[in-house]
């Protein structure tokens, strides 16, 4: 009696341990599942993130051959930046910047002119030649959480001068 | 005694064999719902990478310097061509003239297309694209407009003897799979389109007969004169008003009347923006370039009313817009 008590124990002891071993091994896989895959999206993440900077890039880059700002002769794209619609530009956007900062957002798209000469006169309808920065749209906010900032050399043309010069483009986008 | 003791071995074998079913469905199931798991996230990895390079392509063509046909890519040609590697679903949607690509389910694979034109169906089951880019003057520069096809797509493009001169004169790219055919002798096939451009709206008969054991295609009637295209769906619907050829071609390209609509609207939209800078460089042309004999005024106001809608000005707005005698390019 004493001897098949035993038995029936070890039986039980051993079932016991068998749901423990089995209870940890899933608690494993869980753990497991959940940290690989955390990981495996992250990395979605990270490579959506590196999607959106390459979006935000490539528009930076398609930029001076939009129609806003591309010089055109009978509306053939001359692969400059026309400086008069810079110009224009800016005049725009002061009359419509509730259009504009829906289309831009919090950004600062600012261009410079870097050779021949380097001039730091900001460019207006007032001052229009002997003048190197062009503020095209400014709409930086109070507080960000970060900023983006990109830029692309560019070649400007001066169609009063009929003059080619080389600038850059610089882009600052704000995350609020 | 003997038999209760067989009982309970009985018992313990009956336990372990429901205990080792019971642990190994478990077991089982976490492998298989890591499976699944996996082949999604594995998905969901390759979608993202797919509409990446969807992205790049499209900024390339948008940049890219073109002449008046444009440029193409044939992904027929084994040199050329957009290839996602894998069959995808691809999903272009346009509300409100704002439009986006996504891929699959979407998610992270979704691609707004901000500045970008794009004519194409609503859904595709493709592994590879063909696209076609073509510069939009409207007068000026506005953008380039991409048109996307699936690679296997036939476009049957049917005239009658009033449009026959019409139609072969057509600029159209040679990578898509065009065929210029008589309205009398045609049939067409599996998975294609038939754009009509006779005289007259084929009656839904017509339709039906040629619709006859073809379960993949679709009917768009274009009337070059009012210049309107009709998207045929269990009957002629509703009629939209097109203002270039480049966006003609673009009904070719589009599933219905609602998503064509869109882009049209979509086009006019980004036209307006450019309109609008336009004329403000006439401002600035006025103040930098004193020369009374340049009339940029009277242009620009040309130009205010081509855009609030008198597209018949665009021949008068393209002979004012000449340079010379001291003037400069208003665009």
Redesign the interface.
């Given at each position: 009696m004493n001897k098949r008590s035993k038995y029936s124990k070890r039986g039980e002891l051993q079932t016991q341990e068998t749901i423990l071993a089995m209870f940890i091994f899933i608690i494993i896989i869980i753990i497991g599942m959940t940290v690989f895959f955390r990981y495996q999206e992250n990395n979605i993440k990270v490579s959506a993130r590196e999607f959106y900077l390459e979006q935000f890039s490539n528009k930076i880059l398609t930029l001076p051959d939009t129609g806003e700002f591309v010089y055109t002769e009978a509306g053939f794209k001359k692969n400059s930046i026309d400086t008069t619609k810079l110009l224009a530009f800016q005049n725009l956007v002061s009359k419509k910047k509730r259009y504009y900062n829906e289309v831009f957002g919090y950004a600062n798209i600012t261009l410079y002119q870097v050779y021949p000469s380097k001039i730091s006169k900001k460019c207006s309808l007032i001052q229009v030649t002997d003048c190197g920065i062009w503020e095209i749209y400014t709409n930086i906010p109070i507080e960000a959480n970060s900023k983006l900032r990109k830029e692309t050399p560019v070649s400007l043309y001066f169609p009063k001068e009929g003059l080619y010069t080389i600038g850059i483009l610089s882009v600052e986008a704000y995350n609020v | 005694m003997i038999i209760l003791?067989m009982n309970?071995r009985g018992l313990?074998e009956q336990?372990n064999w429901i205990?080792i079913i019971i642990?190994g469905a478990?077991?089982l199931g976490?492998f298989t719902?890591?499976a699944v798991?996996?082949i999604d996230?594995e998905q969901?990895?390759e979608d993202?990478?797919s509409?990446?390079d969807f992205?790049?392509v499209l900024?390339a063509l948008?940049?890219l310097?073109t002449g008046d046909n444009g440029a193409s890519i044939d992904s027929n040609n084994p040199e050329e061509g957009l290839r996602f590697g894998y069959k995808l679903r691809l999903y272009y949607n346009c509300q409100d003239a704002e439009a986006k690509i996504s891929i699959n389910d979407g998610g992270?694979a979704t691609?707004?297309l901000?500045?970008e034109i794009i004519f194409t169906e609503n859904e595709q089951y493709v592994h590879s694209l063909d696209m076609w880019l073509l510069?939009w003057?409207f007068?000026?520069?506005?953008?380039n407009i991409i048109y996307l096809s699936d690679i296997s797509k036939k476009y049957y493009l049917v005239y009658d003897s009033s449009n026959r001169d019409y139609i072969n004169n057509l600029e159209l790219s040679e990578a898509f799979d065009f065929q210029i055919v008589e309205s009398s002798n045609f049939e067409p096939k599996e998975n294609s389109k038939v754009v009509f451009f006779t005289s007259r709206e084929p009656s839904e008969k017509t339709i039906e007969s040629l619709k006859e054991g073809i379960s993949d295609i679709s009917f768009i009637y274009i009337d070059t004169g009012k210049k309107m295209v009709t998207f045929y769906d269990n009957g002629w619907g509703k009629t939209v008003e097109y203002y270039a050829d480049e966006l003609m071609y673009g009904a070719i390209f589009s599933s219905d009347s609602e998503s064509y609509d869109c882009g049209v609207k979509k086009a006019l939209s980004?036209s307006r923006?450019?309109g609008?800078?336009?004329i403000?460089?006439a401002?600035?042309?006025n103040?930098?370039?004193k020369n009374t004999g340049c009339n940029y005024n009277n242009l620009a106001n040309m130009i205010r009313n081509f855009m609030a809608g008198k597209y018949d000005l665009l021949n008068q707005i393209?002979k004012q817009?000449k340079?010379g005698s001291g003037c400069?390019?208003l665009?």
């Open positions: - | 003791m309970k313990g336990f205990f642990s478990i077991i976490f719902m890591f798991k996996y996230l969901n990895k993202l990478q509409i990446r992205g790049n900024s948008e940049k310097q992270f691609y707004q901000n500045d510069p003057r007068p000026f520069h506005i953008t980004k923006d450019v609008n800078l336009v403000e460089k401002n600035v042309l103040q930098i370039n393209e817009n340079p400069l390019w665009y």
